[in-house]
C-alpha cells in the first residue's frame, strides 16, 4: 500500500490479535507508535486492549495505560471501558477500579465492566454493592448487567437479593431470556431454593442444553439425587442431545444406595456418544463405579483413560482408600508423582483417609507435614479431621486431643466428628463425654453426639449414663435418623430399616435369617450382646 492510514495499521493489528498471534500484532502496533503518537487513536488502544484477558497480559495493559495517558485519550469512555475490562481480567481489579473513579463520564457499558469483572474475580459483594449504586443513579442498567448481579447472588448465595432482581426483571419483562432464566435457575440452586429454580424452568417457554445442565446440577448440588437421575433418564428417552456436561453432573450424584445397573447404563450412553475421550467424564465414571461398590470397574476406567488430569489421580487414589485398600492408595499417589502431577489438597485428603484405615500413623503425618511444607498448601477442616481419625483409630486419642487443641483455627464438627467416633471404637467413655459435649456446642441440633456416646456407655454396660443420654437429647428435641441398609438385586435397590416389615417378601427375609441364625450359633458363633441386653428380660438374653 502506497499509502497507510490509522485504520490500516489497526486492521492488521486487529486481524492478527483475532488469530492468536498475540507477538505479531503487538509488533505492529509497536511500528506504528514509533511513527508517532499523532497516528494514535481510541480504536488502536481498544483494540490492544481487547487481547489483554489474561494475567500474563498485565504489563501490556499497564503500558497501553500509559499511553492512553500520553495521547490525551484518558477521558474517552470507550478506551476507559477497554481499559476497565482488561485490568478485571488479568486480575488486576484495584487497577480497575482506579480508572472507573477517575472517569467523568460512564455509560452503562462502564458500570457493567465493573460489576461483572468484580465478578468475575469473586468479589461478589463489592459487585452487588455497585449494582445497588447504579440503580440509584441515571444510568439504567443493561441485560448483562442483570446477568452479572445474579452472578454474583449465586456466589453469595443470597437468595433474598436474587429475588429482588428476579421481580425486577419480571416488571421489565426480561426474565423470558434464555440466558436470564439460566442464571436465575443456577442462584436459585445455588441459594438451595431448588423449588424456585424448578418454577423457572417449568415457565421457560425455551430451554437449551445450558439451561437443562443448570437444572440436573442444581438437583446433585442440593443431594436431590433420585430427581437428578430421573430428569436425566427422561432428557436421554427424549432424544434430547446429552453433552459432556450433563453426563459428569449426574454420575456426580451417585453414591453407595444407587444402582450399579443404572450407572452401568449411563456409560454404555457414553460409549454411543463418544465421551469416553473426556477426561471429566471418565473421572465421573471412577468416582461412580468406586461409590456404587465395583473397584475393579474404576480401575478399568482409570487404566484405559490416555489424558489423565489431577483429578484423575486423585479420583482413583481416593477410590483405593474408599475400599480400604490404602496400600494401593500409596502406590498410586507414587505413580502420580513420577508423572509429574502436582498433588492437590483434596490428594493428601485421600492420602490421610488411606492411611487412616490401614493404621499408618506416621506415614500420615508425614503426608500431612509434606502438604503444609513442601507443597505450601493450607490444610482444610477435612484435613484435621483426617488426623484425628487417623491418631484415633489408632488407640492415640490423647494424642488426637492434644493436636486438636494445637490448631491455629477453632475445631469446628467434623474434627469433634472424628474424635468422638473414635472413642466409639476404643469404648472410651471420658474422651467421648468430651468430645461429645463439644459437638454438641457445634451442632445442637445433630444426634449423633448424643447417639455415639449412648453406644460408648452401652458398650461399658453402664446403662445409667445411657439412659441419662437419650433423656437428654429428647429433651432437646433432637430427633435420630432412621438407619438404613440396601441392597441392589437385577437392577433394584431394596431398603431396610430396624424390624422393617413394609417390604413385600418382609415374612421369607426374615425366615432366612432366623434359620441362617440358628445355623452360625450351631458353628459356635457368640453373639455380642453389649448394646442389648438392656433391653431383653432374663429368657430373652438366655
Not at 509434606?370 to 493450607?378: P, Y
Not at 486419642?397 to 464438627?413: C, M, Q, R, T, Y
Not at 441398609?485 to 432366623?514: C, K, Q
Amino acid at each position: 500500500m502506497p499509502i497507510r492510514d490509522t485504520v490500516s495499521w489497526n486492521i492488521m493489528i486487529s486481524g492478527f490479535l483475532r488469530n492468536g498471534d498475540f507477538d505479531t500484532g503487538f509488533g505492529y502496533f509497536k511500528r506504528l507508535l514509533e511513527l508517532g503518537f499523532d497516528w494514535l487513536d481510541q480504536a488502536n488502544f481498544t483494540t490492544m486492549l481487547s487481547a489483554c484477558d489474561i494475567q500474563e497480559y498485565s504489563f501490556v495493559t499497564k503500558i497501553i495505560h500509559c499511553l492512553v495517558v500520553l495521547s490525551g485519550y484518558e477521558q474517552e469512555v470507550t478506551v476507559g471501558n477497554a481499559l476497565i475490562t482488561s485490568y478485571f481480567k488479568c486480575g488486576s481489579c484495584g487497577l480497575g477500579r482506579q480508572v472507573f473513579g477517575e472517569m467523568r463520564e460512564r455509560n452503562v457499558i462502564t458500570w457493567t465492566a465493573v460489576i461483572s469483572g468484580l465478578v468475575q474475580n469473586q468479589l461478589y459483594d463489592d459487585s452487588l454493592k455497585l449494582f445497588a449504586e447504579m440503580r440509584c443513579g441515571s444510568v439504567n442498567p443493561n441485560f448483562l448487567t442483570y446477568l452479572s448481579s445474579l452472578m454474583a447472588c449465586s456466589g453469595l448465595q443470597a437468595l433474598r437479593e436474587g429475588r429482588q432482581i428476579h421481580g425486577i426483571l419480571w416488571k421489565l419483562g426480561s426474565q423470558l431470556d434464555l440466558r436470564i432464566e439460566s442464571a436465575l435457575m443456577d442462584m436459585y440452586s445455588k441459594c438451595g431454593s431448588v423449588e424456585d429454580a424448578w418454577r423457572v424452568f417449568e415457565s421457560a417457554e425455551e430451554l437449551d442444553e445450558v439451561s437443562m445442565t443448570v437444572i440436573l446440577v442444581g438437583f446433585a448440588q442440593n443431594k436431590f439425587e433420585d430427581e437428578a437421575i430421573q430428569f436425566f433418564v427422561k432428557m436421554v428417552k427424549a432424544g434430547i442431545e446429552i453433552d459432556p456436561n450433563m453426563v459428569s453432573a449426574v454420575l456426580g450424584v451417585f453414591g453407595v444406595d444407587t444402582s450399579l445397573g443404572l450407572g452401568k447404563q449411563i456409560h454404555s450412553v457414553i460409549v454411543k456418544r463418544g465421551f469416553t475421550s473426556n477426561p471429566f467424564v471418565s473421572n465421573g465414571l471412577i468416582n461412580m463405579y468406586s461409590k456404587c461398590g465395583d473397584l475393579k470397574e474404576s480401575i478399568k476406567v482409570f487404566s484405559r483413560m490416555s489424558d489423565k488430569n489431577s483429578i484423575s489421580w486423585n479420583t482413583m487414589i481416593a477410590a483405593f482408600a474408599r475400599h480400604g485398600n490404602g496400600s494401593r492408595a500409596l502406590e498410586l499417589y507414587k505413580e502420580m508423582r513420577l508423572e509429574g502431577i502436582k498433588p492437590t489438597d483434596v490428594t493428601f485428603l485421600s492420602l490421610l483417609n488411606a492411611c487412616s484405615h490401614v493404621g499408618l500413623v506416621e506415614k500420615g503425618m508425614e503426608f500431612f507435614k509434606s502438604m503444609t511444607e513442601v507443597h505450601k498448601i493450607s490444610p482444610r477442616t477435612e484435613h484435621y479431621a483426617c488426623v484425628v481419625d487417623m491418631l484415633g483409630r489408632a488407640g492415640l486419642l490423647n494424642e488426637a486431643k492434644s493436636f486438636i487443641e494445637g490448631l491455629p483455627v477453632k475445631p469446628d464438627l467434623l474434627v469433634w466428628q472424628a474424635l468422638l467416633g473414635a472413642c466409639s471404637i476404643h469404648g472410651d467413655s471420658e474422651m467421648g463425654k468430651y468430645a461429645a459435649d463439644q459437638l454438641i456446642l457445634a451442632v445442637p441440633n445433630s444426634p449423633a453426639p448424643y447417639i455415639l456416646l449412648a453406644n460408648i456407655y452401652s458398650s461399658k454396660g453402664r446403662w445409667r449414663e445411657r439412659a441419662r443420654t437419650i433423656r437428654r437429647m429428647k429433651e432437646m428435641g433432637v430427633d435420630k435418623e432412621t438407619g438404613i441398609s440396601w441392597i441392589e438385586i437385577e437392577n433394584a435397590v431394596h431398603s431396610f430399616v430396624v424390624d422393617d416389615r413394609s417390604h413385600p417378601n418382609a415374612e421369607i427375609i426374615y425366615e432366612v435369617l432366623a434359620e441362617l441364625f440358628r445355623h452360625m450359633i450351631d458353628e459356635g458363633y457368640q453373639p455380642d450382646k453389649r448394646f442389648i441386653l438392656h433391653y431383653l428380660d432374663q429368657n430373652d438374653k438366655e
